[in-house]
């Protein structure tokens, strides 16, 4: 409905609630309260709710401790509600052999079944002169429910598409990936204006559904089918 809007602070390891008494127009937000997370979370950077707001996803991304904390709200879109489910430790999973002591987790997506899920990862090891940023993408077996996920697989994103990533969401249909980034798809040289840098977004077309590691537009196909047709399927859209 628009009336209310959530704001994630890394700082103070909460999250404000506002309600806004015209939808969608931040200019009437009111302050409500504010979740405190810092029991469980040192660095919140983004946070999603299922599609009733009756599930709050955090994304806790602290450096060599990413994680996501899950939790159920009684009644919906009420963080006073909110008790702790389920924790997902995205650095304890062996699989993810990219995650070093200094990534950063940026964004959770998830589709609109809640089956697939998406998390990107910040190498901020590089001091931006290259990119290890990637995507993640599990496959939940119970929608919404971070307890039955499971890796399928991870695109290390080229320089061409994106440094120093900064987030990530899908078109509805999955078809297009929309990447931001602190730095952009050029090099350092041509990123800069008056001394800074400039933040991007970058649309990438996708030629099979949420096709990051593996394809979950056609759920009745077989994994290995799934995962051949998602290999080179990341195209920047010019």
Known sequence: EGTKMFVAGNVGDNINEYTLTTAFDVSTASFVDAFDASDQDAHILFLAFNNEGTKLFVLDGVQDG?????Y????????TSATLSNTLNLEADPTNTHLGDKDLGRSLRFTQDGRSMF??????DNNSDTTLDSIFQFRLT?????????????????ETLNLAGLGLAFSPGGDKLYIASDL??????????????????VQVNLSCNFGIAACVSDPTSGLATQIQ?????VSENS
């Open 119 to 124: 998390v990107l990862i910040q190498d901020a």
């Open 72 to 79: 159920n709200l009684s009644t919906a879109y009420d963080l």
């Open 184 to 201: 952009g798809p050029q090099v350092l040289s041509e990123r800069m204006i008056d001394g800074n840098s400039t933040d991007v977004v």
């Open 142 to 158: 119970r929608s919404f429910d971070t307890s039955s996920a499971s890796l399928i697989g991870s695109v290390t994103l080229p």
């Open 229 to 233: 047709l998602a290999k080179n399927n």
């Open 66 to 70: 990413q994680h996501i904390d899950e």
